[in-house]
């Protein structure tokens, strides 16, 4: 299967721990994007890497979160001390053309208790 | 306000049925994309428009660009119970992909 993968795809934890999603992007993409989608919404995007670049981050992400493309393949991307409102599901895609489409991978759903 | 905004936000219809759902913003934009998400799954693109009054048909899927590249709608004819899910629309703003709040069907046998 040469799609984008994310690990684990579901997560329980407690409030305040910390958390770490693993994404691998189709090999040839250099360009990778992480979303947060709630239940009944649309993706939220939280920030994006062209290979090991991160570009762009959200307004919205707390400094709780931080995600890195080491070598520009595999993404992680790491939430300390959570909350409940973090529980969502976390999408990665990536893309291999400027404006072009988005790969997603099947999503890590958190759940914050 | 979103950039996009999606309507209507639910609909039940009976297989056999055409409906329209739609995609509006006050902002301009080079072109717009149309994914579908399944439960438990990631979005998965079905289109993209790129040409002001553009229009493309994927099956029993027509979906077309407003002429001034601010809205789009999607029509699907004879629905089927495979056409559940959530339909959301995409624009590329800035650096990265927005989407909209989506549509979300549920097509009955």
């Known amino acids: 299967d040469t799609g984008v993968s994310q690990d684990p795809r579901h997560k329980i934890t407690k409030r305040g721990q910390n958390v770490t999603f693993r994404c691998d992007p189709i090999s040839e993409h250099n360009r990778l994007y992480w979303y947060r989608q709630t239940l009944g919404q649309g993706p939220e995007f939280l920030t994006y890497f062209q290979n090991e670049a991160q570009l762009e981050k959200s307004r919205l992400l707390s400094d709780r979160f931080s995600a890195e493309r080491p070598k520009g393949s595999f993404s992680t991307l790491e939430i300390q001390r959570t909350e409940q409102g973090d529980s969502a599901m976390y999408l990665c895609?990536?893309?291999?053309?400027?404006?072009?489409?988005?790969?997603f991978g099947e999503g890590s759903r958190l759940t914050v208790l | 306000t979103q950039l996009l905004e999606q309507s209507p936000q639910f609909l039940s219809i009976q297989e056999g049925e055409n409906l329209t759902v739609y995609c509006n913003s006050s902002s301009v934009f080079s072109s717009l994309q149309w994914y579908r998400q399944e439960p438990g799954e990631g979005p998965v693109l079905l289109v993209t428009v790129v040409t002001g009054g553009e229009v493309k048909k994927l099956k029993r899927l027509t979906f077309q660009f407003g002429d001034a590249r601010k809205d789009s709608s999607l029509h699907i004819t004879a629905a089927q119970p495979g056409d559940t899910g959530l339909y959301l629309c995409?624009?590329?703003?800035?650096?990265?992909?927005?989407f909209g709040p989506g549509t979300r069907l549920s097509a009955l046998p």
């Open positions: 995409a624009a590329f703003y800035g650096q990265n992909f927005v």
């Open positions: 895609a990536s893309s291999g053309d400027f404006l072009g489409e988005l790969f």
